[in-house]
């Protein structure tokens, strides 16, 4: 059964902060990884990865993909209040069942 | 642009109630999802669909039934809703996946439909 385990959970931290979220991963049959922000409605796309080592980025997120050691990070840095949401990560093993997602980092920042 | 709309937004029910959520995708995407959104589980997955007249279990199947009639729309339904079926539900869509050239994996989700089962 894929596994999708993320950490922390959730985290407070102060606007200008800068945080790293966390995705371990095991899967039969891996092919990407993706995250997601969600806000108070639909989880919307942030980044696909599915090679070790090369960092997608934009503009304050970045994000980067290990997949020897089967994990991902998110990285934000001068977070804004805006910055505050859930952030999801997802692993595709390319079948039809689509996605499996971790539970969520419930990300606040505060002014 | 309307993308992924689902149908009703708000909804509460009494136990042993039944009803059908709609959801409908002008993209021509192959794959639907149904997926459930409880506090500290996650996003899991209910039912899915790989085309117009399929569909299979996911996850957390039980208590669930869908049909997929046509292939921009995909009906979750509770026959008798109970209140551990109080949740968000959320409908998506993607290309089809499995072939050797895909590339483009992520979904695109509906806004959402908060279900309350007394």
């Known amino acids: 059964e894929d596994k999708v385990v993320q950490s922390p959970l959730s985290l407070v931290v102060h606007e200008g902060d800068t945080v790293t979220l966390n995705c371990s991963y095991e899967v039969t049959n891996f092919r990407s990884l993706l995250w997601y922000k969600q806000e108070k409605k639909a989880p919307t796309f942030l980044f696909m990865l599915?090679?070790?080592?090369i960092e997608k980025k934009s503009g304050r997120l970045s994000s980067i993909l290990d997949k020897k050691e089967l994990f991902s990070i998110l990285n934000i840095t001068a977070t804004q209040t805006g910055d505050s949401a859930i952030y999801l990560c997802a692993i595709s093993g390319g079948g039809a069942d689509g996605l499996t997602f971790g539970k969520g980092t419930h990300l606040i920042i505060q002014p | 642009n309307a993308g992924v709309t689902q149908t009703p937004k708000f909804r509460v029910l009494k136990t042993g109630q039944s009803m059908t959520l709609l959801c409908a995708q002008d993209m021509n995407h192959e794959y639907m999802y149904w997926y459930r959104q409880d506090p500290g589980m996650g996003l899991r997955l209910i039912h899915y669909s790989v085309g117009e007249g399929t569909t299979a279990k996911g996850e957390v199947p039980d208590g669930y039934n869908v049909s997929r009639l046509k292939k921009q729309n995909f009906l979750l339904g509770l026959e008798s809703a109970a209140p551990s079926q109080t949740s968000v539900y959320f409908c998506a869509s993607s290309y089809l996946q499995g072939r050797a050239k895909a590339t483009n994996e992520k979904l695109f989700f509906g806004s959402g439909t908060q279900l309350s089962v007394l």
């Open positions: 599915t090679s070790s080592g």
